[in-house]
């Protein structure tokens, strides 16, 4: 759980507000509510390798961006779903966008010292609470309020039963206010398990995140990947 505000201007303002919301789905270094670290070659390697590449996403003029983990956590989610007392032993994630259009994409990467801790992340980061939290989070950024905001925000469960991993998927929708840029934001968040692994899918869009078999074909790439390790 990170994340970074961004503050543009005109049409790229909600591509901004987008960009820092989707970094709160991954789990930060150094801020409130954020597991220890004790990362170690082994372990940051493992991470690397189970992300998604550009080569795995529909064609499109891609950039790529590490993900950035040192931002502060929403105060739902240090309240609510606080990792602290878990640990991790490696990192990595990637950052898909175009040029001031929709959608983007991020695969995050977290290998915990033990299958345990593990579990324990999954079953805090998997739930319709969390994805609630990440889609208010959204609302207040896009809203420009850090007291959250009047945007209704609904989250629905995906289908993504069969991959090589435990997996829990979520749509996030987010109604924006007539006197916002667009009308209509939605993520897409995916939550997968392995052993001592866990990995964060997320897809932000104006109006749909892709299709669901998209969304599961994305998965289950990371799923297989994170097996394998």
């Not at 670290?37 to 493992?46: D, M």
């Not at 924006?176 to 939605?186: E, F, K, V, Y």
Request: proline content about 5%.
């Amino acid at each position: 759980m990170g994340t970074r505000r961004r503050q543009l201007a005109l049409a790229a303002a909600v591509l901004g507000a987008a960009c820092g919301a989707l970094l709160w789905v991954g789990i930060a270094a150094s801020s409130a509510g954020d597991p220890k670290r004790q990362l170690t070659p082994e372990g940051s390697a493992f991470a690397r390798s189970y992300l998604l590449r550009k080569s795995d996403l529909p064609p499109r003029d891609w950039r790529v961006r590490a993900a950035d983990f040192s931002g502060p956590n929403p105060s739902c989610a240090v309240k609510h779903y606080n990792l602290g007392a878990l640990t991790l032993a490696g990192e990595a994630g990637d950052v898909y966008e175009l040029d001031k259009a929709f959608p983007l994409v991020e695969s995050d990467a977290h290998v915990f010292v033990t299958a345990g801790q593990a579990r324990r992340a999954f079953s805090k980061e998997s739930t319709t609470g969390f994805a609630r939290c990440i889609g208010t989070s959204l609302a207040a950024a896009v809203s420009g309020s850090a007291a959250g905001s009047r945007s209704p925000v609904r989250v629905e469960p995906l289908r993504l039963g069969g991959l090589a991993a435990a997996a829990r998927g979520f749509r996030i929708d987010v109604r924006l206010r007539p006197n916002q840029t667009g009308a209509h934001l939605a993520a897409a968040l995916v939550v997968m398990r392995h052993a001592r692994a866990i990995g964060v899918l997320s897809v932000i869009a104006d109006g749909s995140p892709w299709s669901q078999p998209v969304l599961r074909s994305l998965a289950a790439t990371m799923a297989r990947r994170m097996a394998r390790g």
